[in-house]
C-alpha cells in the first residue's frame, strides 16, 4: 500500500487566494483526519470524518476553511481566501477504526506558505 | 488544543546512551499513544498503550503508563543516530489530543 497520499507536497500562494489541499486515504480506512502544525500551536486535529461524514469540525478555525470528502478515497482541506496566518504544514491521516482512536496512519504533509 | 506535555522539550544524548521522555496530562485517557516525526516528515505510530495497561514493550521501546499520575513514559534503550526525531503522546478519550512533542538528538 502507497500509504496515505497528500498533494500538493509544498504550496507558496498569496494572500487572497484559494488553496485546495487533496487527501487520498489507505484503502480500507474509515476514518480521516486533517491536521495542522505550526511552531506556536503544535498540531492540531481541524476535522475528522467517520465514512465520508464530518464527525467534529470544532478544530477549523473559521469559515475560511472548508473539508469535503466526497467519497472514501478521496478528501479535500479547502482555505478561501488565504492568509499568512495559515501559513503551516498540513497533515492527513486515516486510520482503519471507526472511531479512529487507535493507530493513525499520517500522509507527508503539505507545507503551505501564504505571502 | 493540547492535552499532553511532553517533557523535556529537548533532549541531547550519545548513541548508545538511553532516552526516557515523560508525557503528563490531564483528564482521563482511554489510550495513550506515542509518535514519532522525523523532520520534514509526517507522524509515524509507535505504540499504544490502554488504560488498563501499565508498561507495554516494543523492540527498542518501552512505555509505561500511571493514571494515577496521569502521566507516562517513553524509553528508547541503546539508542542511535537514526532515532534522531520529535516525539508526541497523544492521549485518546472522546478525541485524540497531541503534546507539543520532545526534541531527541542522538549523536553518533
Known amino acids: 500500500d502507497a500509504g496515505v497520499i497528500q498533494s500538493p507536497r509544498h504550496e507558496v500562494t498569496e494572500m487572497g487566494q484559494e488553496v485546495t489541499l487533496r487527501c487520498k486515504p489507505i484503502?480500507?480506512?474509515?476514518?480521516l483526519f486533517w491536521y495542522r502544525q505550526t511552531m506556536m500551536r503544535g498540531l492540531e486535529l481541524l476535522i475528522y470524518?467517520?465514512?465520508?461524514?464530518?464527525?467534529?469540525d470544532s478544530g477549523m478555525p473559521e469559515d475560511r476553511f472548508s473539508a469535503k470528502m466526497p467519497n472514501a478515497s478521496f478528501s479535500t482541506l479547502k482555505i478561501q481566501p488565504s492568509e499568512p496566518r495559515d501559513s503551516a504544514v498540513y497533515f492527513c491521516?486515516?486510520?482503519?477504526?471507526?472511531?479512529?482512536?487507535?493507530?493513525?496512519?499520517f500522509g507527508p504533509g503539505t507545507r503551505l506558505t501564504v505571502t | 488544543s493540547q492535552q499532553g506535555e511532553e517533557d523535556p522539550q529537548a533532549l541531547s544524548i550519545q548513541e548508545g546512551e538511553n532516552a526516557t521522555m515523560n508525557c503528563s496530562y490531564k483528564?482521563?485517557?482511554?489510550?495513550l499513544q506515542w509518535y514519532r516525526q522525523n523532520s520534514g516528515r509526517g507522524l509515524v505510530h509507535l505504540i499504544l498503550?490502554?488504560?488498563?495497561?501499565r508498561e507495554k514493550h516494543s523492540g527498542r521501546l518501552r512505555v509505561t503508563l500511571d493514571t494515577s499520575k496521569k502521566s507516562s513514559s517513553l524509553l528508547i534503550t541503546a539508542s542511535r543516530a537514526a532515532d534522531t526525531a520529535s516525539y508526541f503522546c497523544?492521549?485518546?478519550?472522546?478525541?485524540?489530543?497531541f503534546g507539543a512533542g520532545t526534541r531527541l538528538t542522538v549523536k553518533p
Open positions: 491521516a486515516s486510520s482503519g477504526v471507526e472511531d479512529g482512536m487507535y493507530e493513525q496512519y
Open positions: 484503502s480500507g480506512h474509515n476514518s
Open positions: 470524518f467517520n465514512n465520508n461524514v464530518p464527525i467534529d
Open positions: 483528564t482521563s485517557i482511554n489510550n
Open positions: 498503550i490502554r488504560s488498563n495497561e
Open positions: 497523544a492521549t485518546v478519550n472522546n478525541d485524540m489530543r
